[in-house]
């Protein structure tokens, strides 16, 4: 009796591992299980198991994790930033500045039309 619990175990176990495994075709613009005529059999998409998908799970708290901690350090930088970048030699306060020179009258400006052509 229990070696026929065993062929049944992995009875039960094989068949399990090739449901996901089914063939889709592609008839037109549409995909589906039954085989058409001028279908073309693709390959099913992977299904990914609860193992995969805890390994994810658990990667993308990881990434969050990080992610939240690399804000953390990026605002820390920010607050601790200078204002503002001072770019040139510093002028002493008591130092007085020139003058602007005064403004000069513009020039008049005369339009002239092309020179007349010469006769030859």
Not at 35 to 53: F, L, N
Not at 99 to 110: G, N, Q
Request: glycine share 8%; with cysteine; charged share 20%.
């Amino acid at each position: 009796m229990r070696h026929w619990n065993r062929v049944v175990a992995a009875a039960t176990g094989l068949a399990a591992a090739t449901a996901g495994a089914q063939a889709v075709y592609r008839c037109g613009n549409s995909y589906g299980s039954q085989p058409c005529e001028g279908g073309t059999a693709i390959a099913a998409p992977h299904v990914p198991s609860r193992q995969e998908g805890a390994q994810a799970a658990s990667a993308a708290k990881v990434d969050a994790q990080r992610a939240q901690a690399l804000e953390q350090a990026r605002l820390v930088r920010e607050k601790n930033a200078p204002k503002a970048i001072v770019m040139g030699p510093k002028q002493a306060a008591s130092a007085k500045a020139k003058p602007a020179p005064p403004l000069r009258k513009p020039e008049t400006f005369k339009a002239a039309g092309p020179a007349p052509a010469k006769k030859p």
